[in-house]
């Protein structure tokens, strides 16, 4: 039987937990995670995996298992501005796969590889690993939502985000033929088209076209209110993913984030690393991405992100948006 000593608590069983269990047990530790969701279930995303995931996949030796749901690829990006379109090749093709089903294998090969479960929520403890997702904490102000369906019909094989007056919404192909339509708006605009995300479409005519011919096959799921940075947690935690930071969804990077600071945060508790240096290797390396998020977002709440944007090259604002 394994010591005490050998045990790591994971509170948070999402894709940050699960890469924190698995690279734990390569590690030599007895990880547990505490998650109340035991089912992996539908989640708001916009499910555009970096092509940098495939990587982390395969050293959670989970890769194979992700390919075998045939995940749609990805070649390039293209980013309306009203009827501007700025489009480009992508480094390496990116990935298309639903969180039901990326959230189960994580989940299910964390669990035959060995980790414990116990399906409960749970507080922080001194040298946990925390990985509990975004913030709840309501901003005060026009606050900000996402929401996601999936849909059949014609499907493509780039990464297409559509800009219109304070909102955004990306469509991409998932596996088995699904495009995924996923978008973020604040509460007042919302309210003015009363929730209703058909009408919202119609605020950008590019949009509405590439909408117009798909078919919805899952209600709307709706999140929030969203916080963007660095969250506030406990010192004498390994926080990963989410709740160590949460960066603006048009980067397409969230996953990856949280997938390597899992992986990170698994090994630096396996290692017996002190939280506060954990902290400051992750930091180091989320900071230019957090950076380049926050300035492209004023730019566009601003309204000059619309004008200087079609003259920046995808690829460069791609790769400062991923970690180093
Ligand atoms: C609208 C929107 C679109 C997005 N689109 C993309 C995209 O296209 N590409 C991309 O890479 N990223 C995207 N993201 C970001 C991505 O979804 C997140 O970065 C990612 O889910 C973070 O994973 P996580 O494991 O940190 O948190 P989560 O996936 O949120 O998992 C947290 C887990 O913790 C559990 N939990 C919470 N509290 C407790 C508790 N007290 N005790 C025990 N368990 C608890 C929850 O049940 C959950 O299972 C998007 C986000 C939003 C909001």
């Known amino acids: 039987m394994m010591a005490e000593s050998n045990s790591v608590k994971i509170v948070g069983g999402g894709l940050a937990g699960c890469a924190a269990a698995l690279a734990g047990l390569r590690h030599g530790v ?128 780039a990464v297409e985000l559509y800009f219109g007056d304070r909102f955004y919404v ?19 605009l919302l309210r003015s088209v009363n929730f209703n995300f058909e009408a919202l479409f119609g605020l950008s005519p590019a949009l509405r076209e590439r909408t117009e011919p798909l078919t919805q096959n899952m209600a709307w799921l709706t999140t929030g209110p969203l916080l963007y940075g660095r969250t506030k947690q406990p010192l004498d935690v390994y926080a990963a993913g989410d709740a160590f930071s949460f960066i603006d969804p048009f980067t397409g990077a969230g996953m990856l984030n949280a997938l390597e600071s899992g992986r990170m945060a698994g090994a630096a508790a396996a290692r017996a690393e002190s939280p506060a240096a954990y902290r400051n290797t992750l930091s180091k390396r989320l900071g230019r991405p957090l950076f380049m998020a926050s300035v492209f977002r004023k730019a566009l709440e601003a309204g000059v992100g619309q004008i200087l944007a079609p003259w920046i090259p995808g690829r460069w604002l791609f790769s400062l948006t991923r970690l180093g």
């Open 170 to 188: 990306g469509v991409n192909p998932v596996e088995d033929g699904i495009t995924n339509v996923c978008g973020l708006a604040p509460e007042s």
């Open 30 to 157: 007895h990880p547990t995670i505490f998650d109340p969701a035991r089912v992996a279930r539908h989640r708001v995303c916009g499910e555009f995996l970096s092509p940098e995931v495939r990587h982390s996949l395969e050293w959670l030796g989970v890769w194979d298992a992700a390919e075998a749901w045939a995940p749609a690829l990805m070649y390039s990006m293209k980013v309306h501005f009203g009827r501007r379109v700025c489009a480009d090749r992508l480094p390496e093709p990116a990935i298309g796969l639903s969180r039901l089903r990326l959230d189960h294998l994580l989940r299910e090969a964390a669990i035959q590889g060995g980790c414990g479960y116990v399906a409960e929520r749970s507080s922080p403890h001194p040298r946990c690993i925390l990985a509990t997702g975004r913030q709840a904490t309501p901003p005060s102000g026009d606050r900000i939502f996402g929401f996601k369906a999936h849909f059949s019909g014609p499907v493509g094989d």
